[in-house]
């Protein structure tokens, strides 16, 4: 990793952003892409891998579950599938590291195996809830326990799971996958009911594998028993860290930031919607005939410097912009008026609380905001101050807090920024390339 646990980034203010970039590969479907080349009959390729913390330990875990990895290159896997029964003990706690995309998911693959299992994670995903997964998955008949509804999460293996008709009681696209991959060794037919619309890669790419996977309206459904089949996956650039360069665009790109091969999955595109209510010149340019194995379509997209004006979010947004939030808070800081989110409790409960640890920073930057139970309220419009910022450990915090640098009277410091190189390896790099004025301490 990139950095130890006391590592900082100083932004000079200012800068201009121009230029071209390729984001890394889509972390959602690299941890998806190996699960399901994990329990999948025959090989499966992956191209555009995302080679961060995140998706290395899914495929660590995958390695000590027994199924043959290799990365040729950084960013391309070969998977050699065990099928759905091929799995094997572990014989030590999984670590999930910083991911809980990757705990909850093998819950739901780890439930109906005919061993046992433990997960752990790191400081901040020890603390994160997994309830919400448990509970679904003990209607399927599941045995598993949890810590005071937190990890370790311990699994006695269970391979005579039945189906549910589960309605979410919180819109998660973590928790509808958990259930669905469950699903394909239950008796019956599993049916998972939204709330909301949240991210469909499962869904696709249990399709690309061969499973048949039904959508009545708001309800997924599959039937139990469905072999999967090895495919190749072509991962998009992840619309999550180009989000970090649409607001730099907004903020900084006077003559234009172009960003190459960008998934467009529309239940994640929320943030695109936003900006552009706010007023902020952003071009697609769809690819139209490479609908990419695996079902993704992506895009380049264009985005310049933009006059931004304050809105309120609308609420059906929220869920499709889910992991924005941070980013979103800095273009709010610098659009005029004011900007006002609702409905957004989920951000406390993702790597770290990101309602208060965004407002905490807006704070130290001298931007006027207020903390809702479900939201924040920010007025925006006034150049930013510097100072020093608490990412409280969380990648797009500090990432956030970085693109904040261009719109700064002063420096910005970022602490505790490690775990960037969760879902953005190299993010320096392409900040620096693309024109922002930083440095890693
Ligand atoms: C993810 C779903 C979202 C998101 C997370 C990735 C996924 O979490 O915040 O970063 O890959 O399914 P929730 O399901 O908790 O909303």
Same mark, same amino acid.
Request: net charge neutral.
């Given at each position: 990793?990139?950095?130890?646990?006391?590592?900082?980034?100083?932004?000079?203010?200012?800068?201009?952003?121009?230029?071209?970039?390729?984001?890394?590969?889509?972390?959602?479907?690299?941890?998806?892409?190996?699960?399901?080349?994990?329990?999948?009959?025959?090989?499966?390729?992956?191209?555009?891998?995302?080679?961060?913390?995140?998706?290395?330990?899914?495929?660590?875990?995958?390695? &000590?579950?027994? !199924?043959?990895? %290799?990365?040729?290159?950084?960013?391309?896997?070969?998977?050699?599938?065990?099928?759905?029964?091929?799995?094997? &003990?572990?014989?030590?706690?999984?670590?999930?590291?910083?991911?809980?995309?990757?705990?909850?998911?093998?819950?739901?693959?780890?439930?109906? #195996?005919?061993?046992?299992?433990?997960?752990?994670?790191?400081?901040?995903?020890?603390?994160?809830?997994?309830?919400?997964?448990?509970?679904?998955?003990?209607?399927?008949?599941?045995?598993?326990?949890?810590? %005071?509804?937190?990890?370790?999460?311990?699994?006695?293996?269970?391979?005579?799971?039945?189906?549910?008709?589960?309605?979410?009681?919180?819109?998660?696209?973590? $928790?509808?996958?958990? =259930?669905?991959?469950?699903?394909?060794?239950?008796?019956?037919?599993?049916?998972?009911?939204?709330?909301?619309?949240?991210?469909?890669?499962?869904?696709?790419?249990?399709?690309?594998? *061969?499973?048949?996977?039904?959508?009545?309206?708001?309800?997924?459904?599959?039937?139990?028993? #469905?072999?999967?089949?090895?495919?190749? =996956?072509?991962?998009?650039?992840?619309?999550?860290?180009? &989000?970090?360069?649409?607001?730099?665009?907004?903020?900084?790109?006077?003559?234009?930031?172009?960003?190459?091969?960008?998934?467009?999955?529309?239940?994640?595109?929320?943030?695109?919607?936003?900006?552009?209510?706010?007023?902020?010149?952003?071009?697609?340019?769809?690819?139209?005939?490479? =609908?990419?194995?695996?079902?993704?379509?992506?895009?380049?997209?264009? =985005?310049?410097?933009?006059?931004?004006?304050?809105?309120? !979010?609308? #609420?059906?947004?929220?869920?499709?912009?889910?992991? %924005?939030?941070?980013?979103?808070?800095?273009?709010?800081?610098?659009?005029?008026?004011?900007?006002?989110? +609702?409905?957004?409790?989920?951000?406390?409960?993702?790597?770290?609380?990101?309602?208060?640890?965004?407002? #905490?920073?807006?704070?130290?930057?001298?931007?006027?905001?207020?903390?809702?139970?479900?939201?924040?309220?920010?007025?925006?419009?006034?150049?930013?101050?510097?100072?020093?910022?608490?990412?409280? *450990?969380?990648?797009?915090?500090?990432?956030?807090? &970085?693109?904040?640098?261009?719109?700064?009277?002063?420096?910005?410091?970022? +602490?505790?920024?490690?775990? $960037?190189?969760?879902?953005?390896?190299?993010?320096?790099?392409?900040?620096?390339?693309?024109?922002?004025?930083?440095?890693?301490?």
């Amino acid at each position: 990793m990139a950095g130890g646990a006391g590592a900082r980034y100083r932004i000079e203010p200012g800068g201009d952003i121009a230029g071209e970039l390729t984001v890394p590969g889509d972390k959602s479907i690299s941890h998806r892409a190996l699960m399901l080349g994990g329990i999948a009959e025959g090989n499966t390729q992956i191209a555009g891998f995302l080679a961060g913390e995140d998706c290395l330990a899914t495929m660590r875990a995958l390695q &000590a579950l027994g !199924v043959l990895i %290799e990365r040729p290159q950084p960013q391309t896997v070969r998977i050699s599938g065990r099928g759905l029964e091929g799995l094997r &003990a572990a014989g030590a706690p999984l670590d999930m590291g910083n991911a809980g995309t990757a705990m909850r998911l093998f819950m739901g693959l780890l439930a109906p #195996q005919a061993f046992d299992s433990t997960l752990i994670g790191d400081e901040s995903l020890m603390r994160r809830p997994m309830e919400r997964v448990a509970a679904p998955l003990r209607l399927m008949g599941a045995d598993i326990r949890t810590r %005071e509804g937190r990890p370790p999460v311990e699994i006695r293996g269970a391979p005579r799971l039945r189906a549910i008709d589960y309605a979410l009681p919180v819109a998660s696209a973590q $928790v509808k996958s958990a =259930v669905l991959l469950a699903g394909l060794r239950a008796y019956g037919r599993t049916r998972v009911t939204e709330p909301a619309p949240t991210r469909d890669h499962t869904e696709r790419m249990l399709r690309a594998f *061969g499973v048949e996977v039904l959508r009545e309206g708001e309800t997924v459904a599959l039937e139990g028993g #469905q072999r999967l089949t090895g495919t190749s =996956v072509a991962v998009p650039a992840d619309f999550s860290s180009a &989000a970090f360069f649409l607001v730099a665009g907004c903020l900084a790109a006077q003559r234009g930031l172009l960003l190459r091969n960008v998934g467009i999955n529309p239940t994640r595109t929320g943030l695109l919607e936003m900006l552009q209510l706010m007023g902020a010149q952003i071009r697609v340019h769809a690819h139209r005939q490479d =609908v990419l194995p695996g079902g993704e379509p992506v895009a380049d997209i264009e =985005v310049r410097k933009s006059r931004l004006k304050g809105i309120r !979010v609308p #609420q059906s947004l929220v869920p499709l912009a889910i992991d %924005e939030f941070p980013v979103f808070f800095i273009a709010a800081a610098m659009a005029e008026g004011e900007t006002l989110v +609702r409905g957004a409790l989920e951000l406390r409960v993702k790597e770290t609380d990101r309602l208060a640890a965004m407002a #905490q920073g807006l704070t130290v930057l001298g931007v006027e905001n207020q903390l809702l139970e479900d939201g924040l309220w920010i007025r925006g419009g006034s150049r930013l101050g510097g100072g020093t910022i608490e990412s409280h *450990g969380d990648h797009r915090i500090a990432m956030a807090f &970085a693109v904040a640098g261009l719109a700064a009277g002063s420096a910005i410091e970022i +602490r505790d920024v490690a775990n $960037v190189a969760t879902s953005f390896p190299g993010f320096l790099e392409i900040a620096r390339s693309a024109g922002l004025q930083i440095e890693m301490q």
